[in-house]
């Protein structure tokens, strides 16, 4: 009756409705490019609230003694009790402010946030493997298949991804926001300037477009990251003496 899905649609709006990390990794997204949200959605928030007093509203409707919570906790209580509800004059209002309020949620979630995709499931299900591809909200920490309902790390499936994606190429935005995603910050600046000291190859396409090997961007990253601390080991080496 919508109960079931309080869980998924609240971790979805909530990860919206704060998410600060704005255009951040996004590695096999749908868009690819940062987008001009603002840091904290309060359109995300203000529906994840009206789901929040709608769910404990319903649950001190019952003469039982419900638990306080958040909308997971309050609607799993409520799943617990559906004999109850249904006996309750306001069994069908609820139903129908409920599926209302999670739809709202979803709208919000979708107007905030990105989606992006993770690769196939591969989780084992009934001797075969689940086949569906994996999504989350952008900035979510965990993902969980619709199909089979298995959860993941985001970032150990973002990174996996990657791991498959060395020798792909991309233009410069996508490489350095990849890069980011395993942890490696490298300035536009400093890319731009290896691109133009010949450091890193450009591919250039018959429209004019130009495309970076993600892993030869990391390469020379790391030399130039060993450069840096073997000058400044020599500093201060030259600073005792
Ligand atoms: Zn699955």
Known sequence: MGLKQVPDVWVDVQVSGTRMDVGAPSVGSSGGHASSTPPANLDALDKAQTLRVKLSGWASLL???HPFGEPPVIAAWLLTQIPDIRKQPWAGDLLQELQESLQECRLATDRAA???TLG?????IDGGRCEA??????????????ECGATSDVRTRQQWLLSEAWEAAAPLPVILRALRIVGTEV???DAENWVSRGKVIA?????GGKTYQLN???RVHEQMQAKRERRVTREKLSSIA
């Open 114 to 116: 990105e989606r992006i």
């Open 187 to 189: 300035k536009p600046k």
């Open 120 to 124: 196939q499931c591969w989780n084992d």
């Open 216 to 218: 030869a961007m990391r």
């Open 63 to 65: 003469p039982q003694l």
């Open 203 to 207: 591919c250039i396409h018959e429209d």
């Open 133 to 146: 591809t994996v999504t989350a909200v952008n900035g979510a920490r965990v993902a969980r298949c619709k």
